[in-house]
Structures are given as structure tokens and as C-alpha cells.
């Protein structure tokens, strides 16, 4: 598995460019399908543990930081931060072009890493990526994590 370093206009992030132990990857969260769907079909309430993954450590967590615009207390700054990860970077020829899911993904769920974020990372970036898709549509692409040498339908 190879590495980059991602550098954003904010800070720089490191993401691996296959899916590994590191990174995010959906199949990692373990967030229930009725949780998830409470969450997603919900209000954003600004209160940062309606996040499925963020409990009052990881709220503590996130609220933490030397500078002010580092410092995460509700929803509406987390998505804020989501957005902003989201970015561009130069392509091989030196063209910006926005990320696209899989580097934002990783750049998210390395974010909540350097937060010190240590459980539910996954959880977290697959809740606040599908909440997000539902207010800005393509935004989140769940089939880039797709299988497709899964044969366990051929059965």
C-alpha cells in the first residue's frame, strides 16, 4: 500500500491511495442500519452527539484545539469542517481540481485521527458523508467502495 501526503489550504493529511488497515473504509464503521437511518432522516440539531460514533469523549475530543477555528462543539461546524477538507488539490499537471471521495474520506477520517478519535472513525465519516449527500447530492459516492471481485454472489 502506498501513501501521499495531502495538503490542503488547511493543513496536510496523509491518505492511502488503497484501502488498507488505515484510512476510511465503510465496511470498518459500526454504526446500525437503524441508527444510521435515524440520523440521517433527523434534524441537524447542532448537538454534536446526534452524530452516530461521537459520544461525549469524542465530543471533549473535538472541542479541543490550541486555536479557536480548530475547536469542533456542534454539528454545524463538524459538517463546516467536512466541507472544508473537501478542497482541491493539483492534478499531474499542476490543474486544481476538487478531490474526489475517497481522498476527501480519507482526509476526514485522518482529521478525526489527529483529534485522537479513536473509536468509530469510520462510523463517523460514513454518518456525516451521507447527511451531507442528502443537502449537497454527489458529494459522497458510495460505489467508489464497491467490490467488484466480490464473488460472493456467485454462488
Known amino acids: 500500500v502506498s501513501a501521499k501526503c495531502v ?7 496523509t491518505t492511502s491511495e488503497t484501502m ?11 454504526v446500525s442500519d437503524e441508527t444510521m437511518q435515524n440520523f440521517l ?6 448537538d454534536i452527539t446526534d452524530i452516530p460514533g461521537i459520544g461525549p469523549a469524542a ?6 484545539g490550541e486555536e479557536e477555528h ?15 477538507i473537501k478542497g482541491s488539490e493539483a492534478d499531474d499537471e499542476g490543474n ?19 483529534k485522537n478519535i479513536s473509536s468509530h472513525r469510520s462510523g463517523i465519516v460514513k454518518a456525516i458523508a451521507e447527511k451531507v449527500n442528502q443537502m449537497m447530492p454527489g458529494i459522497y459516492d458510495a460505489a467508489e467502495y464497491d467490490d467488484v471481485d466480490d464473488d460472493s454472489d456467485s454462488e
Open 7 to 13: 495538503n490542503t489550504r488547511f493543513k496536510s493529511y
Open 20 to 30: 488498507a488497515e488505515e484510512g476510511y473504509d465503510p465496511k470498518r464503521s459500526r
Open 41 to 46: 432522516k433527523g434534524k441537524v440539531t447542532g
Open 59 to 64: 465530543a471533549k475530543k473535538l472541542a479541543e
Open 70 to 84: 480548530d475547536q469542533i462543539t456542534n454539528t454545524f461546524q463538524f459538517i463546516g469542517k467536512f466541507l472544508m
Open 96 to 114: 486544481e481540481r476538487t478531490v474526489d471521495t475517497r481522498v476527501h474520506l480519507d482526509r476526514f477520517w485522518y482529521f478525526l485521527k489527529e
